[in-house]
């Protein structure tokens, strides 16, 4: 005669709570690049993240509060993404990505003034519609991840 397990109700409420606390309680992270590569990411000044990841087939952009669901997200075939590459000739270092999205292009850029005592960093994304400036939003100057620099994608026009 095989045993029976005794139901009981205690047990299984308690299981119930211990695995809907584990759930609240898990981080969530939305703007993470995971398995893919992290080509730039920063903390803005105002507490929001900017991240760039490419997915191989994709290059895909994140703009929003950190650790919270991105208020934008944008996955864009490779093919039609751009970069600007230095030349290794004069005092700004810089590179950037472009990553349209129909009539708005964002513009995530890294540069640094190689003659500077600091070298301070500047970065950000600018956001352009129908090529006009519309907003620059820069990098807190913190933890800035940048792995733009030779990047294979199309030389920006």
Not at 47 to 60: H, R
Not at 106 to 130: C, I, K, M, Q
Not at 132 to 140: E, I
Request: glycine share 6%; hydrophobic share 35%.
């Amino acid at each position: 005669m095989k045993n029976k397990a005794l139901y009981k109700p205690a047990q299984h409420r308690l299981l119930i709570i211990a695995a809907v606390v584990a759930a609240l309680c898990a981080p969530t992270v939305y703007a993470d690049c995971g398995k893919n590569k992290t080509l730039f990411s920063c903390p803005t000044i105002k507490g929001k993240k900017i991240e760039v990841c490419d997915s191989e087939k994709t290059i895909d952009y994140s703009f929003g509060k950190a650790q919270k669901k991105p208020e934008i997200v944008i996955k864009i075939p490779r093919e039609k993404v751009s970069t600007f590459q230095w030349a290794g000739i004069g005092r700004y270092e810089s590179y950037t990505i472009d990553i349209p999205n129909g009539n708005v292009n964002y513009n995530v850029f890294w540069s640094v003034d190689r003659l500077s005592e600091d070298h301070p960093v500047e970065a950000g994304v600018n956001v352009l519609t129908d090529q006009n400036l519309l907003t620059t939003v820069n990098c807190s100057g913190e933890d800035i991840v940048n792995n733009i620099q030779g990047v294979n994608l199309k030389a920006a026009e």
